[in-house]
């Protein structure tokens, strides 16, 4: 089976800073992959890379059988495929839980009314919120608000899940929640990729586990690539506790 992710030697600049200089890794179907180091390092533009948000100079990303370089490249379908969850949340505020999970389903997928409900209902109750249908955000803790985002993005049936950092805006009670429901899809083997600065759950949670570095995969392996580090910079990064 081919991978699901395959990034090879991508660059990509802002300006004058090289961002990402020759990163390549892949992701195998049902696997969970966790990216890790210092902020600015190139975790978060290499997720935007893959889900298509951001182009890159050089190199080649292939995601769900799609190449993200070629001109019959189908974003709508990319998109589909592929869900991405943020740091924030990104909630319409004026829409309860189940109005802003049924919202893409109804102007992407046309589901019709009913079909829309049942699959609000159906990964509402994924991340835990099945009671929470129709309380609005500002009615929602942190950790309400990012499940629903999860929610979100599951609704659109994808093979793909990226997630950028989504604990870091919440305190440690409602980051475990959050987390639970990641534990969730990975025991249920839907393929991730994680931007996290969550050791301990990086450990308990991904397959394979990738460092960045200045821009580059610095090192990488399965997650006890944590309990014995090969370079001083991941040393050195652990070391700090970051």
Known sequence: MSPIVEVDAVCKRFGAVNVLEGVSFQVRAGSVVAIIGRSGSGKSTALRCINGLETID?????VCEQELTSPRLDL??????????????????????EENVMLAPRLVLKLAGG????????VLSQVG????????PSQLSGGQQQR???ARSLAMKPSLMLF???TSALD???????????????????SMILVTHEMAFARKVADHLIFMHRGKVWEEG???VLDAPQTDELRQFLGNGL
């Open 58 to 62: 050089s190199g080649r990303i292939r």
């Open 76 to 97: 709508n379908r990319l998109h589909r495929d592929v869900g991405i969850v943020f740091q924030s949340y990104n909630l319409f505020p004026h829409l309860t839980a």
């Open 115 to 122: 079909e829309q409900r049942d699959l609000a209902a159906r």
């Open 172 to 190: 440690p009670e409602l980051t475990g929640e959050v987390l639970k429901v990641i534990e969730g899809l990975a025991r249920d083997g839907m």
């Open 164 to 166: 950028d950092e989504i």
């Open 129 to 136: 919120l099945a009671d929470k249908a129709k309380a609005y």
């Open 222 to 224: 399965p997650a006890a």
């Open 148 to 150: 629903v985002a999860i």
